[in-house]
């Protein structure tokens, strides 16, 4: 059983939206996903120091996040690197970090926000579970101290690591577990903004299973 941090997010909104991100046969890409991307990859290239070509319509927010770059010293510990653990029982957390940094003698998480109102997700459980992966990996002998979003204007928010954090995202993982094998998901109705709504939609019933999404993913694969 694969964990992806991006996932389990969604147990804290609806069973259902997690179990289809679970199963990994739908992927859909918004205006605002594939401008996401395109910002993580400029951010990389600035960690690197090898930009060499910005995008007009990206000029602006490039300069800002290399302001805040060079506003103090920060040695690259991790840069959107994949990584990998065993949790037991056949289970594996997975996540990729946007960057991992040492400053003033802290280790310190920074996860690049591209919408409005990062500074909300100081208190997602994205950065403690991310905390949960760096504590855990063998290859690794800091510990993180500190959390950082970072906005495309450039500005950071920051909060200390806490053991209130990291017993928050240990819960999730629990209860992400939980209902996989239960077996079945029961539906949120936060579906607003759900990228998986329509699909859900099609599902008569209150609670889902596996085999509903995967019937529904073949009649989508022979449309």
Known sequence: MILRVTNLEFVQTCEVQFAFAH??????ESAASKRGKELHTLFESIMRGDL??????????VNNLRQWWVSKERTVLLQEKRLRVKLGKGIELTGKPDLIVKEEGLVKIVDLKTGQNPE?????????????LIMLHTSYQFQPRTFVVLGVDGRSYEKDVTLEDITFATKLIEFAVAI?????????YSCSYCD?????????KHVVTMEDIDKLSLQEVTK
């Open 23 to 28: 199963s990994g046969r739908f992927v859909f």
């Open 52 to 61: 060499t070509k910005v995008p007009s319509h990206y000029a602006t927010i």
């Open 120 to 132: 909300t997700y100081l208190y997602s459980p994205q950065l403690p579970l991310y905390a949960i």
């Open 180 to 188: 996989l094998e239960r077996g079945y998901f029961r539906k949120g």
């Open 196 to 204: 998986y709504f329509p699909l859900c939609f099609q599902i008569k």
